[in-house]
Structures are given as C-alpha cells and as structure tokens.
C-alpha cells in the first residue's frame, strides 16, 4: 500500500500583482487643476485687496451723482469681491481634493473633475462676456459704469480677460488629459486581480492527484511534477496473513 509522505513544510509562491502605474496624462492633469486652482485664489485674494481703493477711487470720480445710485455700484463692487473669494476658497479645497484622488486612481475623482471642467469652461465664458459688457459700458464718458471701471487700476480688464481665457483653456485641457487616460487606471481591475491572486488555491485539477482509495496492494497516489514524490511502503506478510491465506478443508 502506498502513501504520500507529508512536506515538511510547503512553500507558497506569492503571485505578484503588477501595480497600477499611473499615466502621465492623469499627472499632468492633476498638477494642472491645482495650478488653477492656486491661481483663482491668488486672484480673489487680489480683488478683495484692491477693493478699497477701487470704490475710493469710484467715490471721487461719480462725485454729484445721486448716493443711492453710487452706493448700489459700491455694493456691487463688494458682493462681487466677497463672492469672488469665498467660490474660489471652495474650488480651491474642491481641486485639491479632486487632484489626490486622480493620483489615487480614483474613478469618482475623474467624473467630478468632468464636472467641474464643465462648469468652469462654463464661468470661463460668462466671465469673459461680462467683461466686454463692461468695456461696451465705457463708451459715455459721464456715466457712472465709466467712472467705476476708470477706477479700476491699470491693465485690470485685459487681466480680467486673459484670466477668463485662461480658465476656459486649462479646464478644457484637463478633461482632454483624462479622456485621453487608459480607463483601466480608474477601474476595479488592480483590486479584483489582487483579491483573486490571495484567494487562489494550489491548481488541484484531473491528472494531478489520482489513485486516491486504490485496493490493497494497488499503485498508491500519484502526483504531477513539482509535488512531493511517493513512499510506497511494501507490507510485510505476517503470521495472520499466512493463517488467512490457507485453503479452507
């Protein structure tokens, strides 16, 4: 009868996942959506710094308007900066948020950053188009929309456009950066591949472990390559064996 001898000890190979590399597109898209964000801050933390000297400025120019139409102008001026600041502190905490998730690989960081792509090409356009509202404002040298945007500094309305530009450009261009990312990044594949690599077993499988159960005296066990080899172990006949091996009289 034959019988496998137990391994000492059995060794099991770790079967390897290949990590997740992450693409340079998501990279590039990442650092670019913080940069934006960086860049809005920096700009409403500039409109509320210059705010006061704008409405001084406005102030002394619509001298001999009425005070109701001049302090509706400087309330405008003020909403516009505080609502200006507050949006760009969200979207700032809101880009950081969504950049570390596209570095993780993070499929609901990319649907969100599709989003907010979507609504910043969005305020992108309306920022610009409010911006050549204003300067279509300018051509009546006594209104009071002259006077507030002649209070403006220098150069502040071609800043005001090349930032709106700038906005539509660079949210485009990320949706574009991660259109064009390998959709296996943001998917469950890496995790599914792990969690079948842990949960795998030794491949048992037909022609591997046969002869289990044979009858006395059979082939014991036979295992394919690479297992343990098979001790047969060759009973040895004793004196029960030679009473029950005579023939009855």
């Known amino acids: 009868m034959s019988y496998p001898v137990p391994p000492a000890a059995v060794s099991t190979a770790a079967t390897a996942v290949p990590s997740r590399r992450r693409p340079i597109s998501v990279t590039l898209a990442a650092v670019l959506l913080g940069l934006m964000a960086l860049g809005g801050?920096?700009?409403?933390?500039?409109?509320?710094?210059?705010a006061p000297g704008i409405v001084s400025r406005f102030r002394d120019a619509a001298q001999g308007a009425a005070d109701a139409e001049v302090d509706g102008f400087v309330t405008v001026v003020w909403i516009g900066a505080a609502v200006g600041a507050v949006v760009a502190v969200i979207l700032f905490a809101l880009c950081v948020v969504l950049a570390l998730g596209l570095r993780r690989g993070s499929n609901a960081a990319r649907i969100g950053t599709w989003i907010v792509s979507g609504l910043g090409v969005l305020a992108g356009c309306g920022s610009l188009a409010t911006v050549l509202v204003q300067r279509s404002g300018e051509g009546d040298p006594g209104s009071l929309g002259a006077a507030l945007s002649g209070a403006y500094p220098d150069g502040w309305i071609g800043l005001n456009v090349g930032v709106a530009v700038a906005q539509t450009v660079g949210y485009l261009i990320v949706a574009v950066l991660l259109l064009a990312a390998p959709g296996s990044f943001f998917g469950r594949a890496?995790?599914?591949?792990?969690?079948?690599?842990?949960?795998?077993?030794?491949?048992?499988?037909?022609g591997v472990l046969v002869g289990h159960g044979a009858p006395y005296g059979a082939a014991g066990p036979t295992y394919a390559p690479g297992y343990p080899p098979v001790v047969s172990i060759t009973p040895t006949p004793g004196q029960d064996d030679e009473f029950w091996s005579r023939p009855s009289s």
């Not at 801050?41 to 210059?50: G, H, S």
């Not at 792990?194 to 037909?206: C, L, R």
């Open 41 to 50: 801050l920096a700009y409403a933390i500039t409109t509320i710094a210059l």
């Open 190 to 206: 890496g995790a599914s591949a792990a969690g079948a690599a842990q949960g795998a077993g030794p491949p048992y499988g037909p």
